[in-house]
T-cell receptor, first 111, second 110 residues
Framework: DGGITQSPKYLFRKEGQNVTLSCEQN?????MYWYRQDPGQGLRLIYY???????QKGDIAEGYSVSREKKESFPLTVTSAQKNPTAFYLC??????????FGDGTRLSIL | EDQVTQSPEALRLQEGESSSLNCSYT??????LFWYRQDPGKGPEFLFT???AGEEKEKERLKATLTKKESFLHITAPKPEDSATYLC???????????FGTGTRLTIIP
């Protein structure tokens, strides 16, 4: 079945550590997105990419980095510069200007 | 700047008790308004897209409507399995980003 796979489901980060969240899609969508969800707040856009080897910052890109080397994959790295990384991270993909479809998220916590 | 406000924050209904969720928005040049359903610990599931005032979409017990300032998600004779958080988002011309509301947490009591 086509869909978006995020892994791992749960992730723990130590002080000063970078961690990478995986997002893979087999929907043949050109656009991919990373959001952060915190309690009581709407989803906030971190980065998005509309084509391979190109991506743009969203509203809260500081402390995060991404790459888009393949159409199917859009990994997100949470760097040690992100001082409040505890959140639920959601990856989405879409055909340009069509509804976004989401994976089931990765919950990141601090040890 | 686009703004989306959803109300109420939480709603508890008896099974079979119909009601509506509200999504008020401010956007310059609406390209589309989206409704999603989100279950705990899961990603949002796409429900509807509305493009212009007066448009309506239906799916099972859900019906979404759109005016120039707000959208309603009407739920008719809900069942416990309709319990979830319902999210609204807007997309405007010239911007690939969606702006999300904070959601309405709906609980249907058997």
């Amino acid at each position: 079945d086509g869909g978006i796979t995020q892994s791992p489901k749960y992730l723990f980060r130590k002080e000063g550590q970078n961690v990478t969240l995986s997002c893979e899609q087999n929907l043949n969508h050109d656009a991919m997105y990373w959001y952060r969800q915190d309690p009581g707040q709407g989803l906030r856009l971190i980065y998005y990419s509309q084509i391979v080897n190109d991506f743009q910052k969203g509203d809260i890109a500081e402390g995060y980095s991404v790459s888009r080397e393949k159409k199917e994959s859009f990994p997100l790295t949470v760097t040690s510069a992100q001082k409040n990384p505890t959140a639920f991270y959601l990856c989405a993909s879409s055909i340009i200007n069509q509804p976004q479809h989401f994976g089931d998220g990765t919950r990141l916590s601090i040890l | 700047e686009d703004q989306v406000t959803q109300s109420p924050e939480a709603l508890r209904l008896q099974e079979g008790e119909s009601s509506s969720l509200n999504c008020s928005y401010t956007v310059s040049g609406l390209r589309g308004l989206f409704w999603y359903r989100q279950d705990p610990g899961k990603g949002p599931e796409f429900l509807f897209t509305l493009y212009s005032a007066g448009e309506e979409k239906e799916k099972e017990r859900l019906k979404a409507t759109l005016t120039k300032k707000e959208s309603f998600l009407h739920i008719t004779a809900p069942k416990p399995e309709d319990s979830a958080t319902y999210l609204c988002a807007v997309h405007h011309f010239g911007n690939e980003k969606l702006t999300f509301g904070t959601g309405t947490r709906l609980t249907i009591i058997p």
